[in-house]
């Protein structure tokens, strides 16, 4: 089992940044895949991006491609998201998840372990 905690969400003005982090404890001892989604009221959770276990992949959804950056540090157990440019419409709850399984992947469904979530709002 791997717990996952997010921090890090808030309140923000159009253009300013945030950085999200995410806090893997229990089943740490494995290469696991890390990615953020996020879902706002009303919509599907969506993928933002994807890291892989090295930290030598990424993918990012085209919608914050240039914007947010992802990363890890294996030896703190944690994986970061950094967000400029924010715009109101990334306003959502964000989550960050874990995958045992594979490399790196964007499908939600591929991923095992999910934390609670964290808002972010973005005011116009």
């Known amino acids: ?10 309140l923000v003005q159009t253009g300013g940044s945030l950085r999200l982090s995410c806090a893997a404890s229990g089943r740490t001892d494995s290469n696991y895949a890390m990615g953020w989604f996020r879902q706002a009221p009303g919509k599907e959770r969506e993928f933002v991006a994807a890291i892989s276990w090295s930290g030598e992949s990424t993918y990012y959804a085209l919608s914050v491609k240039g914007r947010f950056t992802i990363s890890r540090d294996n ?11 924010l715009k109101p419409e990334d306003t959502a709850v964000y989550y960050c998840a874990a995958d045992t399984l594979v490399l790196i992947t964007t499908k939600r469904d591929e991923y095992d372990y999910w934390g609670q979530g964290t808002q972010v709002t973005v005011s116009s």
Do not use: D, F, I, R
């Open 75 to 85: 030896a703190k157990n944690t994986v970061y998201l950094q967000m400029n440019s």
């Open 1 to 10: 089992q791997v717990q996952l905690v997010e921090s890090g969400g808030g």
